[in-house]
Structure formats: structure tokens, C-alpha cells
Nanobody, 121 residues
């Protein structure tokens, strides 16, 4: 059974930084494209960032471009999201998942619990 375990969220002031981690168990993360998503209160879950299997290519939602960086460590079966210059609009629960397709972003596993990020103004 595949498990996606997100961590690293918290409460931070605007302009601050957080680093999220997504630990994968039950599946070799290096075999697939992976992505981060987020869901703000009362809104749908939205795509944030994607990374290919060997870090060859990344892409970001316009709202986080130049502030967030996605990376992965296949030896640790973990994907990361470095978030800098955080804004109150980044407040959301953040999730990772495997992608079966990039456009549109389509996930292939059940969602984990996510990690809460709250940015105060």
C-alpha cells in the first residue's frame, strides 16, 4: 500500500520560509513524476509544482513561481518543497502525489493527510 506522508508545515509570518517534505512508502518514488498541490479553505485543490523522475525538469503554478522550489531525493524516496517569501495567500493544506499525466495534472495515488501551512500578515 502506497503512503504519502507530508510534513514540515506550520505557522509563519509573511516573508518567511518553510520546507515541506513528502516521504513515500510502498512505492519507488524514482519511477514517476511527482507534484505538490494545495487546498485553501473553501477552495478546490490546486496544482503547485511538478518534478520529473531525475530532476531534469520542473514547473510551477504562476502564483508561486520564483518563490517556491521543488526537489527530490530518490535515495530517500522523498520530495521537497522549499517555500520562500511566503504570502498570506499561500495559506493552505499542502499535499504531494504521483502524477500519471502532467497536462492536466492527474494523480495516481490516494491523497495523504497533507500538512497545514498558515501565513500570517
Amino acid at each position: 500500500q502506497v503512503q504519502l506522508i507530508e510534513s514540515g508545515g506550520g505557522l509563519v509570518q509573511a516573508g518567511g520560509s518553510l520546507r515541506l517534505s513528502c516521504a513515500v512508502s510502498g512505492r519507488n518514488a524514482s519511477t514517476s513524476i511527482m507534484a505538490w498541490f494545495r487546498q485553501a479553505p473553501g477552495k478546490e485543490r490546486d496544482f503547485v509544482a511538478v518534478i520529473t523522475r531525475r530532476n531534469e525538469w520542473t514547473s510551477y503554478a504562476d502564483s508561486v513561481k520564483d518563490r517556491f522550489t521543488i526537489s527530490r531525493d530518490n535515495a530517500k524516496n522523498t520530495v521537497y518543497l522549499q517555500m520562500n517569501n511566503l504570502e498570506p495567500e499561500d495559506t493552505a493544506v499542502y499535499y504531494c502525489n504521483f502524477l500519471r499525466s502532467i497536462s492536466p495534472p492527474t494523480v495516481s495515488e490516494s491523497w495523504g493527510q497533507g500538512t497545514q501551512v498558515t501565513v500570517s500578515s
